[in-house]
C-alpha cells in the first residue's frame, strides 16, 4: 500500500461517527462540484462517474439510518429524493439540477458539523426541546 493510501485508511478508521458522516457529505459536495464542471466541458464519461460516486455517497449515508426514530425517517426521505434527483441530473446531464442539489447538501453536512461541535448534554437538551 502507498504511503498516501495508507494515511488515508488510518485517517479514516480514527474519526468519530459524525466525522465519518461530516466526511461522505464533503465528498458529496465535491463529486457534485466536479460533475457540474465535466457536464460544462462536456465531458460526459467523468460527469457519469462523478454522480455515481454521489448516488454511492448518499447511499452509504443511507445504509447506516435507523428508520425507527422520527430522524432518521426524515433522513431517509431526503436521501431517497437526492438519489433520485442526482440520477436525472446524471440522465439527463443537467447542471441546473446539480446546482440545486448542493445548498442541500451543504445544510446537511452544517447540520451534522453542529451537532459534532456539541456535548453530549448539549445534544439531549436539544432531544428534550425538540420531543416537547
Known amino acids: 500500500m502507498n504511503p498516501y ?17 461530516i466526511k461522505l457529505y464533503s465528498e458529496t459536495e ?6 457540474v464542471v465535466f457536464i ?4 460526459y ?12 455517497l448518499i447511499a452509504a449515508l443511507r445504509s447506516v439510518l435507523d428508520v ?11 436521501y431517497g429524493f437526492l438519489e433520485k434527483q442526482i440520477i436525472a441530473a446524471n440522465v439527463k446531464k443537467d447542471v441546473e439540477i446539480v446546482n440545486s442539489l ?7 453536512k ?3 458539523t453542529q451537532i459534532g461541535a456539541m456535548s453530549k ?4 437538551a436539544q432531544s428534550l426541546q425538540v420531543s416537547k
Open 68 to 78: 425507527n426514530l422520527p430522524i432518521g425517517k426524515n433522513l431517509d426521505a431526503i
Open 102 to 108: 448542493l445548498p442541500m447538501v451543504a445544510e446537511l
Open 110 to 112: 452544517d447540520a451534522f
Open 45 to 56: 464519461e467523468s460527469a457519469n462517474n462523478a454522480l455515481n460516486k454521489s448516488v454511492d
Open 5 to 21: 493510501a495508507a494515511y488515508k485508511k488510518q485517517s479514516v478508521t480514527t474519526m468519530t461517527p459524525i466525522e465519518i458522516v
Open 30 to 35: 465535491r463529486e457534485l462540484n466536479r460533475s
Open 40 to 43: 460544462k466541458e462536456k465531458n
Open 121 to 124: 448534554d448539549e445534544i439531549a
